[in-house]
């Protein structure tokens, strides 16, 4: 299947080919034809997949035709939860639309409104944007909405876990009824449907990738660790592996920068990327990661959603996160549009519950791998997480508890054999 059998047209077209693209993802493959034929969209897709050229395609051929865009009018809104979402949305929409007569801009909190007026002045054809700035550019009259087409939300599930109901709610109630819209998701909790069906009519499903599956182009495994000793764990695994581009989740800010500020101890270079830094110094964080010279990027969930780093081939989760349904999230940070990825948690004892939770939601158990010398001081009782679990109960994994079905490792025999050789003992084994 190409491009070319898909209803673009040929700018459309010439821009794919210029990014380098030769063969449609499968959520392009779905969405840019239901797109194209004007009918609202439900997809269920998680960053990594392709999603935003699957939504941003078709936006474009359906904006190049119609009306001119008026002074302060938005033609086609995309509103994202994060600041880093929202540029690099914008990213793409500039170069898909490269050879079309199309205006876009970029809007998000943290900088000065002021450019952001002006760039609305003129009218855009696609606006990205935060939901709390665009409210505070249409309380200043900036922006305007009477000649809206389409509303596409992304990321929508994030949206709603930090809070942003009620500005969407708001913004809505500002649109035009009639009008197309495209609600993108990673996973579907009860709130997200309840939203569809209020915001959607008549929506075609689609769904690149089972529901709330890590991509399975990312090979999955744990570390169990005492707490206290994660950080000395990560700088030994960026040196034993030689990782060379390594995005590192926390779950705070402070945990961020302190693991940050331990690496660069060892030897490594790393920078922190959250909520209280600056946007400059965020978007320098991420452009020197991309460029190779900071070789660990230390990131909060917020920081991290969107990021968009192609074939990014190692996440570390330091931290557990506190809602399973984040792990596929920072996951989605590797083996994109079908790279191989690697995705290795370290997990202390506390955490058990998070890992069974999340065991739980992506259906599958993760195999756990003692690194040597770093072996669990305390004895802790197995998991019963992971909806596969055979139901006899299994024998915890040597003294250190954190024991795996045997069988049901993530990973193939020939990859668990080979890794376990290297270094580590495979306790699931
Ligand atoms: P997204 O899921 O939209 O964040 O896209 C993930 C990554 O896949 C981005 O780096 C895109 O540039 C890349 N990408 C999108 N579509 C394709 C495609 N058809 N072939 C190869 N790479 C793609």
Same mark, same amino acid.
């Given at each position: 299947m190409t491009f070319n059998t898909l209803g673009l047209t040929e700018p459309l077209l010439r821009a794919v080919s210029e990014q380098g693209y030769t063969t449609p993802t499968p959520i392009q493959l779905q969405a840019i034809p239901a797109v194209l034929s004007g009918r609202d969209l439900m997809a269920a897709a998680q960053t990594g997949t392709g999603k935003t050229a699957g939504f941003t395609l078709p936006l474009l051929q359906r904006l190049s035709i119609g009306e001119r865009v008026q002074a302060n009018s938005v033609r086609a809104l995309v509103l994202t939860p994060t600041r880093e979402l929202a540029a690099q949305v914008g990213e793409s929409v500039a170069a898909y639309g490269k050879h079309l007569p199309l205006r876009s801009a970029v809007i998000f909190g943290g900088v000065s409104i002021n450019p952001q007026m002006m760039a609305l002045r003129r009218g855009v054809d696609v606006l990205i944007a935060t939901p709390g700035r665009l409210l505070d550019l249409y309380n200043q009259n900036a922006v305007?909405?009477?000649?809206? +087409?389409?509303?596409?939300?992304?990321?929508?599930?994030?949206?709603?876990?930090?809070?942003?109901?009620?500005?969407?709610?708001?913004?809505?109630?500002?649109?035009?009824?009639? *009008?197309?819209?495209?609600?993108?998701?990673?996973?579907?909790?009860?709130?997200?449907?309840?939203?569809?069906?209020?915001?959607?009519?008549?929506?075609?499903?689609?769904?690149?990738?089972?529901?709330?599956?890590?991509?399975?182009?990312?090979?999955?495994?744990?570390?169990? $660790?005492?707490?206290?000793?994660?950080? +000395?764990?990560?700088?030994?695994?960026? &040196?034993?592996?030689?990782? +060379?581009?390594?995005? $590192?989740?926390?779950?705070?800010? &402070?945990?961020?920068?302190?693991?940050?500020?331990?690496? +660069?101890?060892?030897?490594?270079?790393?920078?922190?990327?959250?909520?209280?830094?600056?946007?400059?110094?965020?978007? *320098?964080?991420?452009?020197?990661?991309?460029?190779?010279?900071?070789?660990?990027? $230390?990131?909060?969930?917020?920081?991290s959603r969107g990021l968009d780093i192609d074939q990014l081939p190692q996440v570390v989760n330091f931290d557990l996160p506190n809602v399973a349904e984040d792990y596929v999230h920072r996951i989605g940070r590797t083996g994109r549009a079908g790279a191989n990825g690697q995705a290795v948690s370290l997990v202390s004892i506390d955490e058990r519950l998070l890992l069974s939770g999340i065991e739980k939601l992506i259906r599958q158990v993760l195999p756990r791998e003692t690194v040597e010398g770093f072996d669990l001081t305390s004895s802790i009782s197995a998991t019963t997480s992971g909806q596969h679990h055979s139901p006899t109960p299994t024998k915890p994994a040597a003294k250190t508890g954190f024991g795996t079905p045997q069988g049901k490792s993530a990973l193939p025999a020939k990859q668990r054999s080979s890794r376990a050789g290297r270094q580590h003992r495979n306790l699931a084994g």
């Open positions: 305007k909405f009477s000649q809206l +087409e389409i509303l596409v939300l992304d990321e929508a599930d994030r949206m709603l876990d930090m809070g942003f109901i009620r500005d969407i709610r708001k913004i809505m109630a500002l649109l035009p009824k009639r *009008r197309q819209t495209l609600m993108f998701s990673a996973t579907f909790s009860d709130d997200i449907r309840g939203l569809a069906q209020d915001l959607l009519h008549k929506p075609t499903f689609i769904e690149a990738s089972p529901r709330n599956a890590a991509a399975n182009t990312v090979r999955q495994w744990v570390h169990p $660790v005492d707490q206290k000793r994660k950080p +000395e764990l990560l700088s030994h695994l960026v &040196h034993h592996h030689g990782w +060379e581009q390594v995005l $590192v989740f926390t779950r705070t800010k &402070h945990g961020a920068n302190r693991v940050a500020a331990k690496l +660069e101890q060892d030897g490594i270079t790393a920078a922190a990327i959250h909520g209280n830094k600056s946007q400059g110094a965020r978007t *320098r964080a991420l452009a020197d990661f991309k460029q190779g010279t900071v070789r660990v990027l $230390v990131a909060t969930d917020i920081a």
